[in-house]
């Protein structure tokens, strides 16, 4: 079957703007979406086959009108990538209800959202959905309560997708990436940080936002037909050897 289109979350920036781009490469048409509008609307406008559409994945009425023009402007929709997200660290102590709510709702209620309003789209093409969790999803590090916490429910969460819209063709699968050297991690990582990192990664160095991609235009493509309900880390073998940094506690 043509895999032709694709929505993409989180589009507008890092990883998702790098999965856009590798899906135009293989010549689908793709609906960006962000809530960044200004951003999205910039970059946009580099691309062809692309439609931009504003949106905040947290908010069910937001996310309802997106599905509406997605669908009218793409016609069938043969893949879904959550990759939207927001990451907010801190001490357990110190994360306050707010905090956590503004973590989860993003992280969680978005994915939830953007995938339960676009299934019978899926269904009718048995497309694929890929959610992206996070390496601190699997294991406990310092600072990310409300972060990590978010994640390890995406997992879980793509397990009950894949389970239950199996029967339907609809296959679903989880990334975790690990340190990535987006323009956001080198900003706010110390050099401490960053030595830390690699000195912990068995392949020495941070992934790169075209490696997650790479993988998540694979989970949506036919040659992935047989993979569904999985959790796939890109995290340079980060996950083997331990996340919990003393660097990141200082």
Same mark, same amino acid.
């Given at each position: ?65 997106? /599905? ?31 905090? %956590? ?9 978005? /994915? ?12 009718? /093409?048995?497309?694929?959905? /890929? ?33 239950? %819209?199996?029967? %339907? ?82």
């Amino acid at each position: 079957m043509t895999r032709s289109t694709a929505i993409v979350t989180g589009a507008a920036r890092g990883i998702g703007l790098a999965t856009t781009d590798l899906f135009r490469a293989e010549g689908r048409r793709v609906a960006m979406i962000d809530r960044d509008a200004d951003e999205l609307e910039k970059v946009a406008a580099e691309r062809d086959n692309v439609i931009a559409i504003a949106c905040d994945v947290s908010d069910p009425d937001q996310v309802d009108a997106m /599905v509406r023009t997605a669908r009218a402007e793409l016609g069938e929709v043969h893949a879904l990538v959550n990759n939207a997200g927001v990451a907010e660290f801190g001490p357990i102590d110190d994360c306050d209800f707010r905090m %956590w709510r503004r973590v989860m709702a993003t992280n969680l209620d978005g /994915v939830f959202l953007c995938s339960q309003a676009l299934a019978p789209a899926l269904k009718e /093409v048995k497309g694929a959905i /890929v959610n992206i969790a996070s390496i601190s999803g699997l294991r406990a590090s310092t600072l990310r309560v409300a972060y990590g916490t978010s994640k390890a429910a995406v997992i879980h969460l793509t397990q009950q997708q894949a389970a239950e %819209w199996g029967e %339907w063709g609809v296959r679903a699968n989880a990334v975790c990436p690990g340190p990535v050297r987006t323009k956001l991690a080198m900003a706010v990582h110390t050099q401490e940080i960053i030595d830390a990192y690699h000195d912990a990664i068995p392949l020495n160095r941070y992934g790169s936002e075209q490696e997650i991609g790479e993988l998540i235009t694979f989970l949506c493509s036919d040659r992935a037909s047989y993979v569904t309900g999985q959790c796939i880390a890109a995290d340079g073998g980060f996950q083997s050897t331990g996340v919990g940094l003393p660097a990141l506690r200082r």
